[in-house]
Structure formats: structure tokens, C-alpha cells
């Protein structure tokens, strides 16, 4: 997803408080044939669905997230590079799957050949669905003859992705219970902002070591403010931004979420930082990102235990630490499949990983 400057002129907009959300077409696709389902399909297949699919090809960091989650021993390997500390957060055998680089978005690494020596049974990639995105698994399937899923990754959708997809690979049962969470997750933190009195709180999401990148109201990486009863103050339409803070101080936010421990730890005590009022007074989230991120990184089915944690601290009804363990184990072993300890979740929400 390209990063682009956003300017100061942004800031002066007003912010609305409910994200618009586009049906995207598919008509003209002729050679993709969609997954049924009782409203709009999310999956597109590009080429001819094999009868059973053994070797899936993720194509990002989303889809490895939703393959794991659903059926990792037919993982061929990680598209992104996992840390130590991941790695000991998942289960064998997929852990210690290779890296073997992404097919979409930002760095592809991947080649047709290397793709092809793989002999995937499918292609799966999610996330954003744009003709960009289309017009990638049309080009692949026909250089490569091989079936190419592409999958709606939208977070109100995680429900009906993790059904869908599950129907794909033969792991209805598991698709099911996987998909009983994503609604919870999602309805809970829906009645927790539906009953706050007041106007939804004003969140920036702060990205990178310097907290000067953030995902825009249209974003797919922002998602979980908005599914948790927050307010994007980064009003704009697009991907990701560089912005500011001069952006920030205009905007005000009532609070400000990162997944990321330095600008955590510099922000707390930066004296250009401090300006910013959530900062001052001690409304600056750090959430964690190990193995995935609560928030992002990448935009997939990992969102959901973020959503509920951010909904309580944004409506003022704090999960305790045992609280949110308990929330965070139950999460890690029904999608992970391995348990989480409490050092490991108490060292990210201190900064130390």
C-alpha cells in the first residue's frame, strides 16, 4: 500500500464521525467465479478451483494470518519475516515454516517461476479488493494456470471471510467456531460504544518509531478505530500517510494508540510530543503486536482482540490485567493454537517487545 504525505490542509477539514463503506463491483470479471453466499460474495476465484487444496500460496501478511487461523499444516511458508518472539507465539509445525516473500502489495519478492516450483493447489490473498488488486490474480492465474483466491479482508466482514474461505479448504467446523468469535468480538464492542453518551473520542493511530504515519479514515489498516467506537482523526481518503504533528496538534485527539514501543517511550517524554493533550495526560495505548498486531500489521482476523480491549479503554470500562489476559489466552489458543503466557502479553504492553 503506497504511503502518501498528508498535508496540513487536511487537518482543517472536519472529521466525520461515520466511515462510508463501497460496494465494489465485480462485473466485466469474466474468468473469476465467486463463492456463494447469502449476501455479497467475498471470495473471487481467478482460474479453475482444484477438488482439494492441500499446498495454499499466501500472497500477503492478511492471508497467512486467516490461513493459519483455518488450516496452517497446508501453509507452504510465511510471506513476511516472522521475529523470535512470534515464532515461540505460534504452533509447529507452522512456526518454523520458511519465509518465502509476498506476491502483492508493497515489496513483492516473489516471481512467477519461484511461485510456479511451489505447486500450490491455490493462490490466497486478502485484504484490500480494488482493480489493482483484480487485476493481479487475473495476470497470475493466466501466466501460472493456477487458481487464485482473493478475499474481501474488510474487519466487519472477519465473520463471513473465516465462513467463506473455510468452505474453500473443506474446515467448515473449524471456520465456524473461529467465525462465533469474530461476531462476539465485534457485537461487543459495537454495544460498548452504542451506549457511550457524547461524541464518539477522537483516535490517531500512530505508526512507525516517530508516530508520523497513519492509516486514513478509508483505510483498511485503521479499520479497528471505527469498529471500536472511535473517531479517525485523519480525516482523509486513502491508504497510509505521512503526517505531521503539527497534523496531530490540529486534530487533538483524545487519545492516541501505537503498537509500536519506541514512539511509546520517546513520545512519553518528548517535549514536542507533550504539546499533543492525549500525551500529557496519559492517554497514549501501546497495544501489542506480537505475533500479530492488535491494531494492524497486518490488517487481518488478528484485529479482533484488539477490538474489544481498545473498545473498553475508549468508553471508560477497563478490562483488568486479568481480564485481559484471560481475553488474550482464550484468543491465542482458539486462533493460534498455542498458549500465551503472562510475561510474554505483561512485556508488550510495557514496551519490552
Known sequence: MAVRRLGARSAE???????????????????????????????????????????????????????????????????????????????????????????????STVTVESLMALRPDLILDTGSVDENYRSTAQ???????LPYALVDGRLAD???????VGALLGSESRARELAEYAREALSTAARLSVGRAGPAPGVYLARGANGLETALTDSINGEVLAAAGGRNVADARGG??????????AW???????????????????????AVTAVREGRLLLLPSQPFGWLDGPPGVNRLLGVRWLAARLHREDLSEAETLAEAQRFHQLFYGQPLTAELLRAQFDGRY
Do not use: C
Request: aromatic share 6%.
Open 13 to 107: 477539514r472536519g472529521v466525520s464521525v461515520h466511515r462510508r463503506h463501497f460496494l465494489l463491483g465485480l462485473a466485466g470479471l469474466a474468468v473469476a467465479r465467486r463463492v456463494r453466499s447469502a449476501d455479497r460474495p467475498l471470495v473471487e476465484i481467478f482460474g479453475k478451483t482444484p477438488r482439494r487444496i492441500e499446498r495454499v500460496f499466501v500472497a500477503g501478511p492478511p492471508a497467512a494470518v486467516l490461513m493459519y487461523s483455518l488450516a496452517p499444516e497446508r501453509m507452504l511458508g510465511w510471506p513476511m519475516q516472522l521475529s523470535a518472539v512470534a515464532r515461540s507465539m505460534l504452533a509447529a509445525p507452522a512456526r518454523d515454516l520458511p519465509m518465502l516473500g509476498r506476491l502483492t502489495g508493497r515489496g
Open 139 to 145: 495476470r497470475v492465474a493466466a501466466q501460472t494456470g
Open 158 to 164: 472477519s465473520a463471513r471471510q473465516l465462513l467463506e
Open 240 to 249: 497510509v500517510a505521512r503526517v505531521s504533528l503539527e497534523d496531530v496538534l
Open 252 to 274: 487533538n485527539p483524545d487519545w492516541i494508540v501505537t503498537q509500536n514501543p519506541e514512539f511509546k517511550a520517546s513520545a512519553a517524554t518528548d517535549g514536542a510530543w507533550r
